[in-house]
Structure formats: C-alpha cells, structure tokens
C-alpha cells in the first residue's frame, strides 16, 4: 500500500554509518522501528512519515545521543540532490530557492513543508508536519531544521547568520551543543520548529552564483530538457510566485536559470504550455481553499493573482460550470 505521507530513504544517507560509529548495530535500530533489513539498501524506497519519525528516534536511544539526527546532517551535501541543487545555486536571491525545497519535499518527503515567513526585521525559516498528530518529531524537526542550515552554508557561506532557533521539542539536554552548531541562542519548548535571520538575507546571492555565465546557462538548459518532473517543479515555481501576487514565464524562466523560448521547447516536449500550467496549478489552489479553509472569495482571488474577485468568479465557473460557493456546498 502506498505511504500516505511517503519519505524516501535516501535522506538516511549516513544513517549506518552514524550508528556504527556510536557502537550501535543498525540492523537492530531497524529491527526495533518495525522495518526491515532491506530499508537501508533502497535508496528510493518510500516509508511513512511515522515510521521515518520513529526510526530516528529510536537511534537517538540506541546510540545515547539526544543530537542524532543533527549529527546526520554532517553529511548532508548540495551536490546529492542531483539538478534541484544546482538549480538552487543559480538562484539570484535566497527567496528564490524555497519553491526548489518544495518541490523537493513533494518528491522526497510528502507531509513536510517549509516556509518562508519575512517580517520588516526578520525572517522565519519554519517547518511544519501535516502527519504530526500524537507523532513525536523530536529528532525529525533536528534533521529538518540541520539539513536546511547546512544547505543554507553551503549556498551562502559566511553570508548567512542566525539569530535564533526553536524547537517544540523540549527533550533536549544538550542546548548548548545545539546552540554552538547553529551559532545562536535556542529556545526549547517553542510553538513551532523554525529558525530566524535577519530580513535583509532573504536577497543575498549564493557564493558561487556569476551572473551571465554561459557555461552553466546551458548545462541548466540541458538538466530542464531531461527533467523527468518539470511539471511538478513548474507548479510549485508557480505556488510560490503567486503569493508575490504576479506570476509569468518570464519569472518562472529565471528560476530555472534559462531562456524563456528554452522553457517553453521543453514544456512542449511533455505536451504542455505554461498557459496550461498557471491554470492548473490556480484550479488546484483554489479548490484546496475552498475545501480547507475560512478564506473569503475575495482573498483567493488576490491569493491567485486575480485582479478582483469577479475575474477568478467568471474563470471558476468556466472551469465548474457554477461559482466557487456553489461548488463548495456542494463538494462538502
């Protein structure tokens, strides 16, 4: 049966590694999370969130580190996750990277999601779980919130400095050692899993990124032609601009670092356009708030980049044949 909040095995990179170094057999971690010796051999096998969850915890225990998951994420390079990584060293702002890490996790871990949260001064790095209930994410939210730090580092180098990390999690005996990997103060205890930097980061290049260079502009160009995804990262390119509440294939070129005639050749190679893909995408959106949330008609319009509620009225009910709160009473 398939995982309803899968998560690929792949992010165990180290994972056996890490507990022989700590004496600890990871046969018999397994072992103890109900999962099998094979786990650790399939890369890109799917597991559940929960079971995920449990794993990590569970070799804390075995291993008598609290800090397990952050020591996993030691490991961690930019370069193990293939054109999305490269992706992200082309982008020209940090902002730029977050619809990258969301379709990320649409692939790799279903059920986690970060977002990006910019106030006048500072800006949220916060992660949420939609599978959590009742779940213990106590070394979860450690690999979440390590690993993003640690990609962060490698992009930015010295640029990037935090002000501050919280953790839910109140287990954690050893503060300072988180404090020291993150250098900054951390709270325990805390509403959410996040970690804050000052707002102005959120424009800073990656250390590596050179404007107009050639060379990359067409390996980029090939890595787009042979994504076997592109839908999928187009979408969540999409998501992302709409909430600055424009969005166009000139915009979602440039995040993807080519020519907007490059991106639509291998849109229409998967038989797409982008017409097509801003309108899915709106529709999909839609429908999500409608069914999920108190939001007015009004505010999904502007959430959708609508001029005004009476265009995205007219547009829902050329998709439905009726108004959204017709199709509300009666999908509910």
């Avoid at 799917?46 to 794993?55: A, G, M, Y």
């Avoid at 871990?109 to 213990?136: C, K, M, P, W």
């Avoid at 907007?260 to 995408?281: H, M, S, V, Y």
């Amino acid at each position: 049966m398939q995982p309803k909040f899968p998560v690929t095995t792949a992010c165990l990179v180290g994972f056996s590694k890490l507990c022989q170094q700590h004496h600890v057999d990871p046969i018999r971690v397994l072992a103890a999370s109900d999962l099998p010796p094979l786990t650790l051999k399939q890369p890109y096998k799917f597991i559940e969130q929960v079971e995920f969850s449990r794993l990590l915890n569970n070799a804390a225990i075995a291993c008598k580190n609290d800090l397990f998951a952050l020591e996993l994420t030691s490991i961690l390079m930019i370069d193990m996750i293939g054109a999305p990584g490269l992706l992200m060293s082309r982008q020209s702002t940090l902002k730029n990277i977050y619809p990258i890490l969301a379709y990320l996790n649409c692939v790799h871990s279903l059920g986690t999601v970060f977002e990006l949260l910019v106030g006048e001064r500072e800006a949220l790095h916060q992660i949420t779980y939609s599978f959590a209930d009742n779940i213990d994410t106590t070394q979860y939210a450690l690999l979440s919130l390590g690993g993003a730090y640690r990609l962060f580092q490698q992009l930015y180098g010295t640029k990037i400095q935090l002000r501050h990390v919280y953790l839910k999690s109140e287990k954690h005996k050893n503060i300072k050692t988180i404090e020291s990997f993150f250098g900054c103060e951390c709270t325990l205890g805390a509403k959410n899993n996040a970690f804050a930097f000052d707002s102005k980061l959120i424009y800073i290049t990656p250390i590596q990124f050179v404007e107009g260079d050639l060379k990359l502009k067409k390996k980029l160009a090939l890595l787009i032609h042979e994504f076997d995804d592109i839908e999928g990262l187009v979408e969540q390119i999409i998501i992302c601009l709409l909430q600055d509440g424009e969005c166009n294939k000139q915009q979602v070129a440039n995040i993807l670092g080519v020519h907007p005639r490059t991106f639509q050749k291998c849109l229409q190679r998967k038989g797409l356009t982008f017409r097509a893909c801003l309108e899915q995408t709106r529709r999909k959106i839609a429908e999500e708030h409608l069914l999920n949330s108190s939001i007015c008609v009004g505010d999904i319009a502007v959430l959708l980049g609508f001029k005004h509620a009476g265009a995205f009225i007219k547009t829902f009910v050329r998709w439905h044949g009726i108004t959204p709160l017709q199709w509300k009473k009666q999908t509910q």
